[in-house]
């Protein structure tokens, strides 16, 4: 047994659905190529690339890009060894007992006259060599708890590292799939304004020939500034967009390669997977990232409760000793020692 309370799962939610009603088959369709219905398979639950349901290799190959070349990934990924590593380190010298070897050499020099005898000064080396083990018991299980709250901290920092590729694959979806709205936007209205320029020549062309009015002239004219107008901001934000997906991706902006995308380059998924509440929850790493952290704070808990108990160490050590090197390990040289400690909290305001 361990001091403390034993960590336990919080419970999942029981909800069938979403909402109070029954959940729809398939989203509403729309005239058009791409206004089709779009089929819920219920139970189906969301890949984990799940970007490659658009079907475009040229965003799959961005977000890989993205993700191998992101600082906060690789950030996330030496914070998650780090905590690896200190849990294999702690793991090792809380299990297992401490095993030291000594090997050593001294001058020393003695007056007996200090001590009230004959002989005076003398000067000599003294050679040791031993080996110790020591081994602290986990009567009350606070080491125990102290290694799952480490391990507990170690699937933080994991759920941590999935929550950032996670953002970032959705940040660059989001931001490519802008690209092309705001392509597909300045087309239009370059073909709008292409119209208008036609009319515009029409027109002209009827005033000449007394069927048309300056009024009409200057109407369509109008009309066109406006147009053009309105291309100007939808640039800025498409250039706006490239620049995003270039930091995102880990370049610079001014020397991105990026491709540019268009609703050409991305195909809506026939499915869409529809899984239960219960199930949605354990996939979310943000939620499983605070579970492990409650985790963590119900672990130490036992470690700082476990403070109260006994503590008890036994220690050992064996060893040889002479005046020369060459009788170290000679007859008569052999030293050895046994220890044992049992510490008991008396008084301790607070915890």
Not at 57 to 82: E, G, M, N, Y
Request: aromatic share 6%.
């Amino acid at each position: 047994c361990a001091a403390g309370p034993d960590f336990k799962t919080p419970p999942v939610p029981q909800a069938m659905s979403y909402n109070t009603g029954k959940p729809p088959a398939r989203t509403a369709s729309t005239p058009g190529e791409l206004g089709g219905a779009q089929q819920f398979i219920a139970g189906q639950t969301v890949a984990a690339m799940w970007w490659k349901a658009f079907a475009s290799p040229k965003l799959d190959a961005l977000v890989v890009q993205s993700l191998q070349h992101s600082p906060t990934i690789a950030a996330a990924q030496s914070t998650l060894r780090q905590a690896r590593e200190t849990y294999a380190a702690q793991s090792g010298s809380t299990l297992y007992p401490q095993v030291s070897a000594t090997l050593g050499a001294q001058t020393l020099q003695n007056n007996s006259a200090a001590m009230g005898l004959p002989g005076g000064e003398r000067r000599y080396d003294l050679y040791s060599a031993g080996v110790g083990v020591s081994y602290a018991f986990d009567l009350s299980g606070g080491n125990r708890r102290a290694l799952e709250a480490l391990a507990a901290q170690t699937e933080w920092r994991r759920y941590q590292l999935d929550s950032a590729q996670l953002s970032l694959a959705g940040a660059v979806v989001a931001t490519a799939v802008k690209q092309a709205l705001l392509a597909a936007q300045i087309d239009a209205l370059q073909q709008i304004l292409a119209a208008q320029q036609e009319q515009l020549e029409i027109t002209r062309a009827r005033e000449r020939l007394g069927v048309a009015t300056a009024s009409d002239i200057a109407t369509l004219q109008t009309q066109m500034e406006q147009t053009r107008a309105s291309i100007a901001p939808l640039r800025n934000s498409a250039d706006q967009a490239a620049h995003l997906l270039a930091v995102l991706s880990g370049q610079e902006p001014g020397t991105a390669k990026n491709p540019r995308f268009t609703l050409d380059d991305f195909n809506l998924p026939a499915d869409l997977p529809l899984s239960l509440p219960s199930e949605l929850v354990r996939q979310r790493p943000d939620i499983l990232a605070a579970e492990a952290l409650l985790h963590a704070a119900s672990a130490q808990i036992g470690v700082t409760v476990s403070k109260q108990y006994p503590q008890l160490t036994l220690s050992a050590n064996l060893g040889s000793q002479a005046l020369t090197a060459a009788s170290l390990f000679g007859s008569g040289s052999l030293i050895w020692g046994v220890a044992g400690q049992l510490a008991q909290p008396l008084f301790k305001p607070g915890l």
